[in-house]
């Protein structure tokens, strides 16, 4: 089972940050840094079976394809994003995690007003008068 991998090497990743953090805090930074570059390798065959299943879902529905492609890179901004912050948070750089969050939630948000658009238009055709 993965998540058993991943929660195993995660608290051995925690136990040696206790001890980095200690005497060598830069070095504690690059191991959560690794950690987090190999917990989202892992993941990218996940997420590469996730898209597929999507992208056949689309074509068969024949859902606009423009949608889908919205849909999945606002999903990859906000994984981005929150691993970015994580990971400037674990540097112990709260204030550059932040901004990173912040532009995280701009970039969706211009992204998504074509998808918010197109409903309100649709919305708008339905209504009489």
């Known amino acids: ?5 991943i929660v195993g090497l995660a608290l051995l990743t925690t136990i040696l940050l206790m ?3 200690q005497e060598k805090p830069v070095m504690a930074v690059a191991l959560s840094i690794v950690f987090s570059i190999l917990v989202f390798t892992l993941m990218m065959q996940k997420m590469a079976s996730i898209i597929n299943v999507m992208e056949e879902l689309t074509r068969r529905t024949a859902v ?7 849909v999945l890179k606002i ?4 994984y981005l994003g929150e691993f970015a912050a994580a990971i400037c948070k674990d540097a112990g750089e709260q204030a550059v995690a932040k901004k990173v969050e ?3 939630k701009i ?6 007003l074509p998808i918010m658009v197109a409903i309100l238009e649709s919305l708008i055709e339905l ?3």
Do not use: D
């Open 102 to 104: 912040f532009a995280s």
């Open 19 to 21: 001890i980095l953090r």
């Open 1 to 5: 089972m993965e998540i058993a991998q």
């Open 64 to 70: 606009n394809y423009f949608f889908l492609t919205t």
């Open 107 to 112: 970039i969706i948000a211009a992204l998504a």
């Open 75 to 78: 999903l990859g901004v906000a």
């Open 127 to 129: 209504m009489p008068g």
